[in-house]
């Protein structure tokens, strides 16, 4: 049975090549279109129409057909149906999309045993990119971005934090990382929390951070409702944030975060990989087509879209236009580009991104709310597969 | 045909009418297999059609035969995908003894729950139920290091089926597979509807008051039925555990129990084929609408739920078996 | 010889209202008692507290000789204490057939099989089919009971009761709502019962208690005014007075 | 620590209003109708709706929105209510449950197709976005706005019932249908306005509760669950039992996640559990004859 499904697979792949000059490159686009992780899944293909509107549906020599799959919530057996049903019934090429962490680990057996490649745009666990050899990664990992911030925070005088996160995988690796090289670098943690993944009114928690006087909070949140109801809370519980800082990761002032929280986000520092008022000619150039096209503010979830549709268009230009897994992979590999956010490179060994992460700071501009960089960390690789490879 | 014409055969036979095999009945399982034969694209949708189908067979088992309205059916599903899952990360991977520990493990959390479920209807007894789920859920989120928490669980792995059959990236073994175990949970449920104990169960549904009054024990039916679906719920989680190597906490999810409920109700309620035709309608219209429409599907979805209410106050099942009653007599 | 029924004591108030005080009485094996009362005197809560689905604040049940006066109500019925209902209670979607034979299995203690098929348990579907064709239901017994008459439906209820084989029979109201010239028939199928059957039957007609009843029971105001046979019920002054003074005669 | 039990017993308060104007209208609707309206939430949706759009689009103050919210959500909810609920009272809870929850699905993808799947951000007016400090505590302006207007609303609601003769009518039209209609009841009018009424306080509470919990297209099933047991736990129809059980609620979960944020997710569902197997008809439930 093996035998014969390989055989199959590789005749396919075969036959694919033959005829590529005539035959579209297949993209399945699966992402949460509906439920509680709809926004998310909707921005990462905001992103990805953007680059393709931009550089037309052809790139060296072939047409791209994105197929649209909505993956519907954290159902990792629908992420593997929709991607095998995307590689067998479609005769698709590459797998994209990915919001949550359990879909994209399952897709990722797909990958690997059909051998195709897999753009993950956004889930964010480390472990994602060992689960297949073909699959790489255009967003960050939580550590990424969480260890950054750790060691930031030690460094700027930032003496005792308090830890609030979300009950759950993500939020737990969050503050793994955050602590480790928060309290590596000097800091102390005089408290810590975790909320459970379905909360919705954070005055409590906020109350018992506050009363155990830290320097800071650090806060990690999924997206979703929860930023706006934690700056909610922070008001109402009278936390002063030139006294006492609230740190976090890029959710926690996002765009509808910061929208409906007002002047109450004023002061909140956040590490993030990206934001839209990051400085520079092609940022400013992707955020005005963005808004242009759907009438809001990019966000994360939109330039891990549209980063993952340029290594994409890359890869498979650099490959002349041959789509599969072997061939994608490689050529991806060591890849570097100018986005939006800034130059990233995806890691020969990793597939993750290298990149900047920006520490900024919720600022009131011309009468806006901004999240303004005012320090940032280069070239920060994923400290969880460092520490992998340290260990071997 | 008049009543005075019965036939003077044995009583017992007027009941072994009802369990007989009907044409209908062949012709659906022959065409439970045709997705192999006419389409092969659609396996993997097929075969979790079939698994969500068992699971809402296992829940009729309850609803529709004992009258027990279970918000929280999910819970058992998910405890036997974890249980194969945990298993199968442990290092042992074979399939069929996989589906009995999920199966086992269910039933007997099934078993201690029966205990509560069967004392209580109503409105109290749909959120005792969803409460309960909701606690084994939040348990398996805590327990990170048994179940992986929200990443899921991770080193599933099965082996060949038979030690023979590969799990194939094309779903041919696993839909054989998947139609095998449904078949045979189907054969055991018909049996258990045509034998007296699920004679017994109808009868709580009925009037469990007269039930009372003819000296019958409903708790103890009811505890049983309800280890016996728990029992099916685990062998449907494990069979998605199986054949997908992923486990997450959705499978116990609110969302998932409450899903199950609205095919069961969907495709007939007590009619034995209501849960494997409503999973079939329901996840079938599910990938067609969102194929077309990815981000406005539920609202297909929604509009016909509406339509089945409206016109088949019965469930689908309840309406195709009036059809067929018409059809009948019109050609008689 | 021990008394088929014994009732000693029984009290029962829901707050400040008495719906049964202090009932004593004592029914002989193969008696026919007829229960009487004007309405709310509380007949069908007396059965109700023989039978269990009350729980009776004091008081004594012993059935046989032995006390069931703590025992759940489905397990007084398997120590031969039945009972019918006023109002219908029946299972709609079952045919009599099915239903019978499901309190036949019951009471054999065959419902527990999930695997076996119904229809291969001969003797108590003969069993069942028996005591339909004793009430003259044979002929409707494949269908559903929602669909057969009223009056038939009736049947169906004494039907039920007597599969479980019971030594105490209680009956309440047996014909309500039957039409008065059907109940007569009705009672003679009561009548014909086996006369180790103990009956307790409540009924209103008194010419049909008078035509039946071995024995009579008044209840007042959830107590027990008096007990005797016919001939001393008919001429008590009390009776007259609290009973058929108020409730009328035919 | 104990200092703050006055903040935690505030907000759990304020929280449970919001859960009661919530759920009210399903108590209501299934105790006195009998009715299983799955769709409640997604009445309150559109209040919560209404609200956004009149703020952000037309700049209307956010009290004004408030009646508006009410207003539209109780429109839109006897519309359904007699083109479609109408003929299901008499239905089976499931087909009731199927049908509703069909409403539910609409409701949502029409929400994200009008609105997108963002969260919708609403800007209050700062005077109430405000803290005052009484005696070292903090308490928040906006949670005092929500109960006072939570218990006007309790209170005018059973005056309403127990002293109008609008409530009379509701009292007669449900304890006996027939008997109401003997009387020269509009029965079905009565239902209508009682539906409507329902629906468009929870309407009021999904306006209410953006600034608490934030709303989007999902909202219509999030909070289904918090209803269904503030609704379980109070008994049926019974005002007095959602408001009680909304309370309890409130401050249970706003007290374990102070107290004990580890497993604050256990206590609500083991309170549910508990007090159910405990009274199944829940605090204030009447048996139904």
Not at chain 1, 267 to 287: L, R
Not at chain 2, 41 to 60: C, E, N, P, R
Request: glycine letters at 12%.
């Amino acid at each position: 049975m093996k035998g014969i499904s390989i055989a199959m697979a590789g005749a396919a792949a075969l036959a694919a090549s033959a005829a590529f000059a005539q035959t579209p490159v297949k993209v399945g686009m699966i992402v949460d279109y509906t439920g509680q992780f709809a926004d998310t899944g909707n921005q990462i293909d905001n992103g990805y129409k953007l680059y393709v509107k931009q550089h037309g549906d052809t790139v060296a020599g072939r047409k791209i057909e994105t197929i649209r799959k909505d993956n519907g919530g954290m159902q990792p057996d629908v992420a593997k149906r929709l991607s095998q049903e995307f590689v067998v019934r479609d005769k698709g090429d590459i797998i994209a999309g990915f919001d949550l962490t359990p879909n994209a680990l399952a897709a990722g057996d797909v990958s690997a045993e059909a051998k195709k490649f897999m753009v993950v745009m956004n889930a964010a666990t480390s472990i994602i990119t060992t689960k297949s050899p073909y699959m790489t990664r255009t967003s960050s990992t939580t550590p990424q971005l969480n260890g950054a911030l750790g060691t930031w925070a030690a460094k700027n005088g930032i003496k005792k934090v308090y830890t609030l996160v979300s009950d759950y995988g993500p939020g737990l690796d969050a503050v793994a990382a955050f602590t480790e090289n928060y309290t590596a670098a000097g800091g102390a943690i005089v408290g810590a929390a975790k909320f459970p993944v379905a909360t919705l009114d954070f005055s409590a928690f906020i109350q018992a951070a506050k009363d155990s006087n830290p320097d800071a909070i650090y806060i990690w949140t999924p997206g979703g409702t929860q930023p706006a109801a934690i700056g909610k809370a922070l008001a109402e519980r009278g936390v002063d944030t030139s006294k006492v800082k609230i740190l976090g990761q890029d959710e926690l002032t996002g765009v509808s975060a910061i929208a409906s929280m007002g002047d109450l986000s004023i002061g909140i520092i956040t590490a993030a990989m990206y934001d839209f008022s990051h400085k520079s000619p092609m940022n400013e150039k992707f955020v005005k087509d963005f808004q242009d096209e759907y009438k809001r503010m990019p966000d994360i979830f939109a330039i891990g879209g549209y980063d993952g549709a340029t290594a994409i268009y890359k890869a498979l230009e650099k490959t002349g236009g041959k789509a599969d897994g072997e061939s994608l992979i490689a050529a991806a590999k060591g890849m570097t580009w100018e986005s939006p956010r800034g130059t990233i490179l995806i890691d020969p060994e990793t597939r993750d991104i290298v990149q900047t992460v920006y520490i900024r700071r919720v600022t009131k501009v011309d009468g806006k709310l901004i999240n303004v960089e005012f320090d940032k960390v280069d070239n920060v690789k994923d400290p969880v597969k460092e520490k992998m490879k340290a260990a071997k | 045909m008049s009543d005075a014409s019965v036939p003077a055969k044995p009583p017992a036979e007027f009941l072994a009418d009802g369990a007989r095999w009907r044409w209908a009945e062949i012709a659906f399982w022959l065409a439970a297999t045709l997705p192999y034969f006419v389409a092969q694209d659609y396996l993997q949708l097929a075969g979790q059609v079939l698994i969500t189908g068992l699971f809402a067979m296992s829940l009729d088992l309850i609803l529709g035969y004992a009258g027990v309205v279970s918000l929280g059916h999910a819970a058992f599903f998910g405890l036997g995908a974890y249980a194969c899952g945990v298993a199968s990360k442990w290092g042992w991977g074979e399939p069929i003894t996989g589906l009995l520990i999920g199966g086992a493990f269910a039933g007997i959390v099934g078993y201690g729950a029966s205990f509560i479920v069967s004392r209580f209807k109503g409105l109290a007894l749909i959120m005792i139920t969803l409460g309960l789920n909701q606690l084994v859920a939040e348990a398996a989120n805590s327990a990170h290091g048994l179940t992986g928490g929200a990443d899921g669980l991770q080193g599933v792995h099965t082996w060949d089926l038979l030690g023979y059959f590969h799990f194939d990236l094309y779903g041919v073994t696993a839909f054989w597979y998947i139609l095998a175990v449904v078949f045979a949970c189907f054969l055991l449920t018909r049996r258990m509807v045509h034998s007296p104990f699920g004679l017994a169960l109808r009868g709580i549904r009925e009037n469990s008051t007269r039930m009372v009054a003819i000296g019958a024990a409903n708790r103890a039916h009811i505890r049983k039925a309800f280890v016996i679906a728990a029992f099916m719920a685990g062998v449907a989680g494990a069979l998605l555990t199986e054949t997908t190597e992923t486990v997450s906490l959705e499978t116990l999810s609110f969302q998932r129990s409450a899903d199950v409920l609205v095919m069961l109700i969907l495709g007939g309620v007590g009619q034995l084929y209501g849960g494997v035709v409503g999973a079939a309608i329901y996840m079938v219209a599910r990938d067609r609408f969102s194929d077309v429409n990815p981000q406005y599907w539920y609202f297909w979805i929604g509009l016909l739920l509406i339509a089945v209410v409206v016109f088949l106050p019965n469930g689908i099942v309840g309406g195709l078996k009036k059809l067929g009653g018409y059809l009948g007599r019109a050609g008689r | 010889m021990t008394a088929a029924l014994l009732a000693k004591g029984l009290d029962k108030r829901f707050g400040s209202l008495v719906v049964a005080g202090g009932i004593s009485f004592e029914l002989p094996v193969g008696e026919r008692c007829a229960l009487i009362g004007p309405n709310g005197a509380g007949k069908t809560t007396l059965i109700n507290l023989l039978t269990g689905m009350l729980t009776p604040d004091a008081g004594e049940i012993v059935l046989n000789g032995e006390d069931i006066s703590r025992a759940p109500p489905a397990r007084r019925v398997r120590k031969g204490l039945a009972r019918t209902f006023q109002i219908n209670s029946l299972f709609p979607k079952l045919n009599p057939l099915e239903a019978t034979t499901l309190a036949v299995c019951e009471r054999r203690g065959e419902t527990g099989d999930f695997l076996g098929r119904l229809a291969a348990r001969r003797d108590a579907v003969d069993e069942a089919y028996d005591i339909l064709k004793s009430l003259r239901l044979d002929g409707v017994c494949r269908r559903e009971t929602r669909e057969l008459a009223y009056g038939q439906q009736r049947l169906l209820e004494i039907a039920l009761a007597l599969a479980t084989q019971p030594k105490v029979l209680l009956l309440d109201e047996p014909a309500a709502g039957v039409p008065k010239e059907d109940s007569g028939e009705l009672f003679q199928v009561i009548d014909g019962l086996s006369r180790q059957l103990t009956l307790l039957f409540i009924e209103h007609d008194m010419d049909v208690v008078f035509r039946f009843a071995s024995r009579i029971l008044v209840m007042v105001g959830g107590r027990l005014l008096l007990e005797g046979t016919p001939a001393e019920i008919a001429n008590d002054a009390r009776v007259r007075e609290v009973y058929l003074g108020s409730a009328g005669h035919g | 620590m104990i200092g703050n039990i006055i903040g935690v017993l505030y907000d759990g308060f304020a929280y449970g209003m919001l859960l009661f104007l919530l759920s009210v209208g399903m108590s209501v609707t299934l105790g006195m109708m009998n009715f299983v309206n799955l769709a409640h939430c997604a009445f309150a949706m559109i209040g919560g709706f209404v609200t956004v759009t009149l703020i952000n689009n037309f700049g209307w103050p956010f009290l004004a929105t408030l009646p508006a919210a009410f207003a539209a959500a109780a429109a839109v909810s006897v519309v359904f209510e007699r083109i479609l609920f109408r003929r299901f009272y008499r239905a089976t809870d499931l087909d009731q449950c199927l049908l509703t929850i069909g409403v539910v699905f609409v409701s949502i993808a029409a929400a994200a197709y009008f609105f997108g799947t963002t969260q919708q951000p609403v800007r209050l007016p700062d005077w109430i976005r405000g803290v005052v400090a009484i005696g070292g505590h903090n308490f928040g302006v906006y949670r005092f706005f929500l109960i006072v207007v939570a218990l006007a609303i309790t209170g005018a609601l059973i005056f309403g019932v127990e002293h109008t003769s609008f409530g009379a009518r509701v009292r007669a039209a449900v304890d006996n249908q027939r008997m109401a209609r003997g009387l020269g009841i509009n029965v079905d009018r009565v239902f209508a306005l009682t539906f409507a009424l329902g629906s468009g306080l929870a309407g009021l509470g999904g306006a209410l509760a953006i600034e608490v919990v934030g709303l989007d297209p999902q909202f219509a099933f999030t909070y289904l669950v918090y209803v269904l047991i503030v609704v379980s736990l109070g008994g049926m129809g019974s005002v007095g039992g959602a408001f009680a059980a909304a309370v309890l609620l409130g401050v249970s979960d706003t007290a374990g996640k102070y107290y004990m944020p580890q497993v604050s997710a256990f206590l609500i569902y083991v309170i549910v559990v508990a007090l159910l197997m405990w009274r199944p008809l829940g605090l204030f439930g009447k048996r139904h004859a």
